[in-house]
C-alpha cells in the first residue's frame, strides 16, 4: 500500500537523514514503535544515550555464556530452558551420540539452530543431513531424532501454539535474502530406509511435550515408517551461508532488514557477513535506539561482532525494552578510528514482542560485569 506525503517535524539541530550526516559532535537515538515498523524520532543528544555510570534495580542488560552449560541432555525436550515467556522457549541443546528415542514437540513448531557439530536428522518426513550453521524449522508435532556424527550444541527457539512463517519481503521481492530454492526437505533416501530396518530393537519410545509436560508413548515397532508423502508442509534447512544479506552504501540499514523467519509475537533475524557502509557521513554500526516494544536477545555464532566489546562465540545478549542500547563505547570509538570495511559476523536475533523472563539455568552462566561495560568513564 501506498504512503502519504508527510513533512516530519524539526526542532534545532537535526540530521536531514536519519543514521547519516549527523551534526557535528552528536549522538543519534532513534524512539520507535513496533520494532522499527512504526513511527519514529531521531533525538540528537550531546553524550552516548548509553553512558550511565551505574544501574540499580531488576532492569539492566544481560549476558549470559551458554558455553559454560556443559552438561549434555540426551532428550532435546530436555534441554535446559534459558528464556522465555508465554510465546516462546529458548533452549540450548548439547549432544553426542545417537538419540535412543523419539521427540515430539506437541506445544509448537521448533527451530533448531546448529552453532556446532553435524549429523543426521530423521523425522516423520524422511532423512536430512545438518552442519554447524543450519536452521532446522521442524513443524509442531514432528517426530524427530538425530545422529550426530560430531558434538552438537544447539538453540532450540520454540514457538508456542504457533508457526515459523518466511516475512514479507516487500519491494526486495520473494527472492531477496534468500531464495526458496536454497530450502531443503527431509528424503525418503536410502539411510531413511536403513534406520527404518535398525536395529531389530522391539520397542521405540516417543518422548512427547505437551502443556509444558514430558509423556512417553511406547510402540512395538518404528514409528518412522513413512513409504511417502505429498503436500506443502514439512521441515526444512537452511544455512546462514545462502543468506545474502540487504546492503546499502549510503544508509545503515535496521535489523529489521535482515528477518529470516516470523512467529506470532517475536521475529528471528540473522545477521551475516557484509560490506559495511561505504558513504563517508553513513553510521557504519547499529544505531542507539530505544525499542520500547520489543525484548532484544543475541546469539553470537561467530565472528567479532561490530558493536560488540567483550562478548563472543556461545554468549548470548538480553536487552529488555526499558532503556536505550547500542554499540559499546569501545566498538564506537574505534569504528571511528580505524573503520572496517566488512562484517565477519554471524548471529542470531530474536526480537520479543512480549517480556522475556530469565530462567534459573541462565543466571547460574550469566557475566554480571555486562552492564558496566558502557559505564562512563569506562
Not at 32 to 52: C, L, Q, R, S, V
Amino acid at each position: 500500500m501506498s504512503r502519504w506525503i508527510q513533512l516530519p517535524r524539526v526542532e534545532g539541530v537535526a540530521s536531514r537523514q536519519a543514521h547519516a550526516d549527523l551534526p557535528a559532535e552528536s549522538y543519534e537515538r532513534e524512539i520507535g514503535k513496533e520494532g522499527f515498523f512504526g513511527p519514529a524520532t531521531h533525538m540528537y543528544h550531546a553524550h552516548p544515550p548509553t553512558g550511565w555510570t551505574r544501574f540499580e534495580g531488576p532492569l539492566r542488560p544481560r549476558a549470559f555464556d551458554a558455553g559454560r552449560l556443559a552438561a549434555e541432555a540426551p532428550c532435546p525436550l530436555e534441554a535446559p530452558l534459558l528464556l522465555g515467556n508465554a510465546r516462546l522457549a529458548y533452549r540450548v541443546w548439547r549432544f553426542a551420540g545417537a538419540m535412543d528415542h523419539l521427540a515430539r514437540n506437541a506445544d509448537g513448531d521448533e527451530l533448531v539452530f546448529v552453532h556446532a557439530g553435524e549429523g543426521d536428522l530423521f523425522c516423520d518426513y524422511g532423512h536430512l543431513s545438518f552442519r554447524e550453521g543450519d536452521y532446522l524449522v521442524l513443524p509442531r508435532g514432528t517426530l524427530w531424532r538425530i545422529e550426530a556424527a560430531r558434538p552438537v550444541t544447539a538453540l532450540l527457539i520454540e514457538a508456542t501454539g504457533s508457526s515459523y512463517r518466511l516475512p514479507d519481503r516487500g519491494l526486495l521481492g520473494e527472492h531477496a535474502l534468500f531464495d526458496p530454492a536454497v530450502l531443503a526437505a527431509p528424503a525418503l533416501d536410502e539411510p531413511f530406509r536403513a534406520q527404518q530396518r535398525g536395529t531389530g530393537r522391539a520397542e521405540w519410545r516417543v518422548r512427547v511435550k505437551a502443556r509444558g509436560r514430558l509423556s512417553t508413548i511406547t510402540f512395538p515397532f518404528n514409528p518412522l515408517d513413512a513409504l511417502g508423502w505429498k503436500g506443502t508442509l514439512s521441515p526444512v534447512r537452511l544455512n546462514w551461508r545462502d543468506i545474502r544479506p540487504v546492503a546499502s552504501a549510503r544508509y545503515h540499514l535496521p535489523p529489521s532488514a535482515h528477518t529470516t523467519f516470523e512467529a506470532d509475537r517475536f521475529v528471528i533475524c540473522t545477521f551475516c557477513p557484509r560490506p559495511l557502509e561505504s558513504d563517508p557521513g553513513a553510521l557504519k554500526l547499529p544505531f542507539f535506539h530505544s525499542n520500547d516494544d520489543y525484548d532484544e536477545v543475541l546469539f553470537y555464532h561467530r565472528g567479532r561482532f561490530t558493536s560488540r566489546d567483550g562478548i563472543g562465540p556461545g554468549m548470548l545478549t538480553l536487552h529488555p525494552c526499558g532503556f536505550t542500547h547500542g554499540p559499546h563505547p569501545a566498538a564506537l570509538a574505534e569504528s571511528q578510528r580505524a573503520p572496517r570495511r566488512e562484517t565477519d559476523e554471524v548471529a542470531v536475533m530474536l526480537d520479543a514482542r512480549d517480556a522475556l523472563e530469565v530462567a534459573p539455568r541462565a543466571a547460574e552462566v550469566e557475566w554480571e560485569g555486562y552492564v558496566d561495560s558502557w559505564r562512563s568513564p569506562a
